[in-house]
């Protein structure tokens, strides 16, 4: 069963019985009280190692050489401190903050803490704390810190900032963590949800390099995992994506392991890779594969350890260590591989609580052998559920506990993985010839661990040269090891980004898979000689259109794309709406690059969208309609057409509430109602879904129902089976035959599970499936031309697409007085009479045109696209001509509305939106002349009721000039 998990999203109760309430019910218990609660596997023992008044609410851990125990901990946690309170501009440290980072000792070795030590106070929110040389490297709002101790006595002397300021504003949850110093000799760290950051290397840091080269900056939004040097001398990326990661860990392959709030609570993170997050693309390359797929019952997953055979023995060799906040549990996975990808089966729970307040954020491993937790202890976990400024978060208590495994007293020393040395001594620098020699040979090395670290190892491409092993490499990697074809396809892509690498694979004469893994690669690789090879792809062998569209977003990305319109014409010459889609595709990687569709473009697109509007019914009656379910908030239409499985075997199409593009499908709500047809004597559909939970009694806010529509009354209702796979239902409508009526497809259940149905099948057809999902797709496709085309089309085109746009905002009052407003009416109704009496000149009004009106408005390909486009405006009659002309302002389209956009350095920009590009808002003035406003820039944007066209300005036109005018545009009754 499909569900649709947001960020710490909370449930009230699993299936399991486990208490999930945002507020825990129960109070605070004592260390001793909590203790006796938890429960760990047989032969293993739970102590307490510290709590407070020690400590108050622990995040991070780590132990440095001498075996001690660094801890962070936030009194100030879920508010950040006020900048009032910062001592300085760069926030070094908050006055009377309890935020801080200790050091605690078991001096006599009864494995309870009885020593503490205050390294860094007056902190705000830290968090990642790592033990490094004489002093730790922690984040502290709003800066990555080097906190050290310059003379010895364990307190902090000395606080240097090697990164910030960095984003915090948005989330204090979402803030960098999770610092590990690996053996290549960089700090990994995760970046979490929300929040943005620009990571610069300081100038004193930057050693020979300058600002911007490679390594010396990164731009990251929302959760991705990075890597620096811990004297802030480089900073990258290592992998793109997740929501909100917070801890990682290493096994004994060097491979990276994340714990990410979401609902894949373990990702295994391929160097190069990017993973989903909320609504954010891919790379090209798709998501790297998913090793678990199971949620462990909550989304709140905190730190995360992995246990090789050297810990605690064989049998508990490939484990793996997640907090869970959510459920007050300590989950474990057992992890085993297909060559080199990563499964995780889901494991009995290493610590359960029966007190509710224990909320396990970290864990590590000690240098005794025990397990070491960190207890965040709270009634309260929920940051998005529940004000902040809930009474009930507790600010004081805080635990750290200790589960030893009987007969362990330390941790063994690391064996060195030959593997993990590989892999860490090509992360540390460009590789020499020695080491490229070493790489060459392992390539083909029978140990698929070993040849992908040898393969990764060229994540740093070296030449061009690489290509043909690498593509060979690709070909021959096996199905069942999607980590190690997702690697290959990354460092290949790298290579690609080489000059000449194109050219290189032209005399590999490759085809079948091959080649098209090739052309999926290039895909991803932003260069115009991917471009180039990719249209000549296109060019040679068109494979689907939905490949089609993703190859040519990339190339209109990169290069102009005055050819490619017109091959899209020429291959689906018959098919107006696989023409749209890649239109659609086309435009996408024109803005990509940072311009807007031309006019070969928009023209294009006009002509699609009226052969498209043909495809609809005639009647203008759709043959299914949604609107609002009722008493429920308005909603993004649920409906959409997927396969279901069917009772007795096989699957059918149906018409469902489940799988629409977008978040949480589940929770939107909407009726479906069919045009009106005949009712049959008996009438037989197939029906799926649910009406809530299963253990529940039924909602009752799905269903299917026959609607008599001469007396809108209900003639007959039927609710989802509360199955997955479609049923087939018949009803006797004998006694309604011929009746007029309508089927109503009803979703009312707002649930994140459990919420959905699904009807097809219909016998007789008097209504279809095939006839929903064509209007659907073609009213789609009408809906994304018609923003496309919102500033470009005929003016009886535009008006007509009007339907498939959000309603316009009202325009604001007008400054326009009663008595002025009199004044043009009167103008309006003259010039109107003496149109109607005279005799005029078409010629001369064409000639009137071009005179005054072709430099904003086109009309015949002639003239500027500044203003609405005038190709049909003759339709709208001599009238509402005249108000158009002399009271601009009366009528205008909400597109073509005067905006007065003032930026941060004060100054004022008038004139007409024209789309937006990326980050920059497109801008024309009245004079036709584009202007680029970053969007950073803008303080305000005020769109106005007034026209771009002052209506003074065509009042000055003679009253015969005038009527040619009209004369001339009434010819132009229909677009041409």
């Known amino acids: 069963m499909r569900r649709s998990l947001l960020l710490l999203c909370l449930t009230s109760l699993t299936a399991s019985g486990q208490d999930l309430s945002v507020i825990r019910s129960s109070g605070p218990q004592t260390p001793e009280e909590q203790q006796a609660r938890m429960k760990v596997p047989e032969g293993f023992t739970i102590k307490l190692f510290a709590s407070e008044p020690m400590i108050n609410k622990p995040i991070n851990m780590a132990f440095d050489a001498k075996g001690r125990?660094?801890?962070?901990?936030?009194?100030?946690?879920?508010?950040?401190?006020?900048?009032?309170?910062?001592?300085?501009?760069?926030?070094?440290?908050?006055?009377?903050?309890?935020?801080?980072?200790?050091?605690?000792?078991?001096?006599?070795?009864?494995?309870?803490?009885?020593?503490?030590?205050?390294?860094?106070?007056?902190?705000?929110?830290?968090?990642?704390?790592?033990?490094?040389?004489?002093?730790?490297?922690?984040?502290?709002?709003?800066?990555?810190?080097?906190?050290?101790?310059?003379?010895?006595?364990?307190?902090?002397?000395?606080?240097?900032?090697?990164?910030?300021?960095?984003?915090?504003?948005?989330?204090?949850?979402?803030?960098?963590?999770?610092?590990?110093?690996?053996?290549?000799?960089?700090?990994?760290?995760?970046?979490?949800?929300?929040?943005?950051?620009?990571?610069?290397?300081?100038?004193?840091?930057?050693?020979?390099?300058?600002?911007?080269?490679?390594?010396?900056?990164l731009k990251v939004n929302s959760g991705n995992v990075y890597r620096f040097r811990p004297d802030g001398s480089r900073i990258e990326l290592f992998t793109g994506g997740q929501v909100n990661p917070f801890g990682l860990c290493f096994d004994k392959h060097g491979n990276l392991y994340s714990a990410d709030c979401h609902s894949a609570p373990i990702y295994q993170l391929i160097p190069g890779a990017m993973y989903p997050s909320f609504g954010k693309p891919d790379d090209g390359l798709g998501f790297g594969p998913v090793m678990i797929h199971h949620t462990h019952s909550g989304t709140g997953i905190c730190g995360i350890t992995y246990l090789d055979s050297g810990v605690w023995g064989p049998e508990w060799a490939d484990r793996m260590f997640?907090?869970?906040?959510?459920?007050?549990?300590?989950?474990?996975?057992?992890?085993?591989?297909?060559?080199?990808?990563?499964?995780?089966?889901?494991?009995?729970?290493?610590?359960?609580?029966?007190?509710?307040?224990?909320?396990?954020?970290?864990?590590?491993?000690?240098?005794?052998?025990?397990?070491?937790?960190?207890?965040?202890?709270?009634?309260?976990?929920?940051?998005?559920?529940?004000?902040?400024?809930?009474?009930?978060?507790?600010?004081?208590?805080?635990?750290?506990?200790?589960?030893?495994k009987n007969g362990v007293t330390s941790r063994p020393p690391a064996v060195r993985d030959p593997v993990a040395t590989m892999r860490f001594a090509s992360r540390s620098g460009t590789l020499d010839l020695p080491g490229r020699e070493a790489i060459a040979a392992r390539m083909d090395?029978?140990?698929?661990?070993?040849?992908?670290?040898?393969?990764?190892?060229?994540?740093?491409?070296?030449?061009?040269?690489?290509?043909?092993?690498?593509?060979?490499?690709?070909?021959?990697?096996?199905?069942?090891?999607p980590a190690l074809s997702h690697q290959i396809r990354i460092v290949i892509r790298e290579h690609l980004k080489l000059p000449g690498a194109f050219a290189s694979i032209s005399n590999l004469n490759l085809s079948g898979p091959a080649i098209e893994d090739l052309t999926a690669i290039a895909r991803a690789v932003t260069s115009p000689d991917a471009a180039e090879f990719l249209f000549s792809r296109l060019e040679a062998h068109h494979a689907d259109p939905a490949g089609d569209a993703a190859s040519l977003t990339r190339i209109a990305s990169l290069i102009p794309a005055t050819k490619l319109g017109p091959w899209v014409q020429r291959t689906y010459a018959d098919n107006a709406s696989v023409q749209a889609d890649l239109l659609l595709a086309i435009v996408e990687g024109v803005r990509q690059r940072g311009d807007l569709p031309d006019a070969s473009l928009t023209g294009w697109g006009s002509a699609l969208a009226t052969q498209l509007l043909t495809l609809l019914p005639a009647d203008s009656v759709q043959p299914w309609i949604n609107t609002a379910y009722p008493e429920a908030a308005a909603s993004q239409s649920p409906w959409t057409v997927q396969k279901r499985p069917q009772d007795g075997g096989g699957e059918i199409a149906v018409i469902s509430s489940l799988s629409a593009p977008g978040e949480e499908p589940e929770g939107r709500t909407g009726v479906l109602r069919s045009r009106p047809f005949a009712a049959p004597a008996k009438f037989s559909f197939v029906l799926c879904g649910h009406n809530g939970p299963t253990e529940k009694p039924a909602q009752g806010r799905n269903y299917v129902r026959l609607v008599d529509v001469a007396s809108n009354t209900e003639i007959v209702r039927a609710e989802p089976p509360r199955q997955d796979a479609a049923k087939r239902l018949t009803w006797d409508l004998s006694a309604h035959a011929g009746k007029q009526v309508i089927l109503e497809i009803a979703d009312g259940a707002t649930g994140s599970a459990y919420a959905w149905l699904g009807a097809g099948?219909?016998?007789?057809?008097?209504?279809?499936?095939?006839?929903?999902?064509?209007?659907?797709?073609?009213?789609?496709?009408?809906?994304?031309?018609?923003?496309?085309?919102?500033?470009?089309?005929?003016?009886?085109?535009?008006?007509?697409?009007?339907?498939y746009l959000p309603p316009a905002s009202p325009p604001p009052p007008s400054p326009v007085t009663p008595e002025q407003q009199a004044e043009t009416d009167k103008l309006i109704a003259a010039r109107n009479a003496a149109f109607n009496a005279a005799k005029p000149d078409t010629a001369r009004g064409e000639a009137v045109f071009i005179t005054n009106c072709a430099s904003c408005h086109s009309i015949d390909g002639k003239g500027a696209i500044v203003g609405p486009q005038l190709d049909g405006i003759g339709n709208r009659g001599a009238a509402r001509l005249l108000e158009d002309i002399l009271d601009p302002s009366r009528n205008v389209d909400s597109h073509f509305r005067l905006h007065i956009i003032t930026k941060k350095d004060g100054s004022v920009f008038a004139g007409l939106e024209r789309g937006e590009a990326g980050q920059l808002l497109i801008c024309v003035d009245a004079a036709g002349k584009e202007t680029r406003i970053p969007k950073s820039e803008i303080a305000t944007n005020e769109e106005t009721g007034l026209s771009l066209m002052p209506a003074a300005f065509a009042q000055s036109i003679p009253e015969e000039d005038m009527q040619n005018l009209l004369a001339w545009l009434i010819e132009h009754r229909t677009a041409r």
């Open 69 to 217: 125990l660094w801890v962070s901990s936030s009194h100030e946690y879920p508010f950040a401190a006020p900048r009032e309170r910062w001592s300085d501009p760069e926030g070094t440290s908050v006055k009377d903050s309890q935020d801080g980072i200790f050091i605690l000792e078991d001096t006599n070795g009864d494995g309870l803490a009885d020593k503490k030590t205050v390294f860094a106070g007056g902190l705000n929110i830290p968090t990642g704390v790592l033990p490094y040389k004489n002093g730790c490297i922690a984040w502290s709002i709003p800066n990555i810190w080097y906190f050290e101790d310059t003379d010895g006595d364990d307190v902090c002397d000395k606080r240097t900032i090697l990164f910030g300021p960095l984003g915090w504003e948005k989330d204090v949850h979402g803030n960098c963590s999770s610092f590990r110093l690996a053996p290549d000799g960089w700090v990994y760290g995760t970046h979490g949800f929300s929040n943005n950051s620009f990571f610069q290397v300081r100038p004193e840091n930057l050693q020979g390099a300058k600002p911007g080269d490679p390594g010396t900056e």
């Open 322 to 404: 997640i907090g869970n906040v959510v459920t007050s549990r300590v989950n474990t996975d057992s992890i085993s591989f297909t060559g080199t990808m990563p499964h995780a089966k889901e494991e009995a729970d290493f610590i359960t609580s029966d007190d509710l307040w224990f909320r396990p954020v970290d864990l590590q491993i000690g240098p005794d052998g025990a397990l070491y937790v960190a207890d965040f202890y709270n009634k309260i976990i929920g940051h998005y559920e529940v004000p902040l400024t809930q009474p009930g978060r507790d600010r004081e208590r805080g635990r750290i506990w200790r589960v030893v």
């Open 761 to 803: 099948g219909f016998e007789p057809p008097v209504i279809t499936v095939e006839s929903y999902d064509t209007a659907r797709q073609t009213t789609a496709r009408l809906t994304q031309l018609a923003t496309l085309l919102k500033y470009a089309a005929p003016v009886e085109l535009r008006d007509k697409l009007a339907l």
């Open 445 to 481: 090395s029978a140990d698929p661990f070993e040849k992908r670290a040898a393969i990764e190892s060229l994540i740093r491409p070296i030449s061009v040269d690489w290509l043909p092993r690498l593509i060979k490499a690709l070909a021959e990697a096996p199905e069942n090891d």
